[in-house]
């Protein structure tokens, strides 16, 4: 069985400045797919980014980046130069490339911005 | 159109009403989903339907009874809930290969607010 850990139940960052959100996951296969879903207070979960298992380059998505390291079975999400719109619930996901679309979320860590 | 739309956006029942829960998306998706969210939980799955089949069912009571019309139409017929049902219900959809592997980028609708009586 796949599971999928956020061990940071809440962050807090300063405008303009970086955090790193942290998720680790258990698997034996060895091509999946990673997400990050962002969930705002409107409630609408929106795709952040997202990281095919067998590309060995880090996805980046304007100021949303992710460490993917796959042996350590780690994919963390950098949020860099943050803004108020960034405050929002962020689950990690992951999915195995033949799973009729079964995503497995993470328990989420909530991420606070200060003006 | 990247939507994914809800209806109603909330709903209160009682135990023994019956109702439907509407989702709708027009960007040739052929795999939907319906998922429960608790407050401060992640989302659980329900139901897959993948090229308007029934793919996957996570043990949900039957109570709940999906349904996909078309392949841009999910329902989810509710009947006999309990409390603890209450919840947001969440539909999304996304690609499905040909295969029947299912590309897993997800779009989401805003869901519905279910509160039971």
């Known amino acids: 069985a796949q599971t999928v850990t956020q061990s940071q139940p809440e962050m807090s960052v300063q405008e303009a400045e970086t955090v790193t959100l942290s998720c680790t996951y258990d698997t034996s296969e060895s091509d999946y797919y990673l997400f990050w879903y962002k969930q705002p207070p409107s409630r609408q979960m929106i795709l952040v980014i997202r990281?095919?298992?067998?590309?060995?380059q880090n996805a980046t998505e304007n100021r949303f980046s992710v460490n993917f390291q796959k042996a350590a079975k780690s994919f963390s999400l950098k949020i860099s130069d943050s803004q108020l719109g960034d405050a929002a619930m962020y689950f990690c996901?992951?999915?195995?490339?033949?799973?009729?679309?079964?995503?497995?979320f993470g328990a989420g860590t909530q991420v606070v911005v200060t003006p | 159109d990247t939507e994914v739309t809800q209806t109603p956006k909330h709903l209160v029942m009682g135990m023994t009403n019956k109702k439907s829960l509407k989702c709708e998306q027009h960007m040739g998706h052929r795999a939907m989903y319906w998922y429960k969210q608790k407050a401060k939980k992640p989302p659980e799955l329900m139901f897959v339907?993948?090229?308007?089949?029934?793919?996957i069912n996570e043990s949900v009571p039957s109570r709940f009874s999906p349904e996909c019309p078309n392949s841009s139409l999910l329902n989810l017929h509710l009947h006999a809930l309990q409390p603890e049902d209450s919840a947001l219900y969440l539909c999304?959809?996304?690609?499905?290969?040909?295969?029947?592997?299912?590309?897993?980028?997800?779009?989401f609708g805003p869901g519905t607010r279910l509160t039971v009586l």
């Open positions: 339907y993948s090229y308007e089949k029934l793919s």
């Open positions: 990281q095919e298992a067998y590309k060995q």
């Open positions: 999304a959809s996304s690609q499905a290969g040909l295969a029947g592997l299912i590309y897993n980028e997800q779009f």
């Open positions: 996901a992951y999915s195995r490339t033949d799973s009729w679309g079964k995503l497995q």
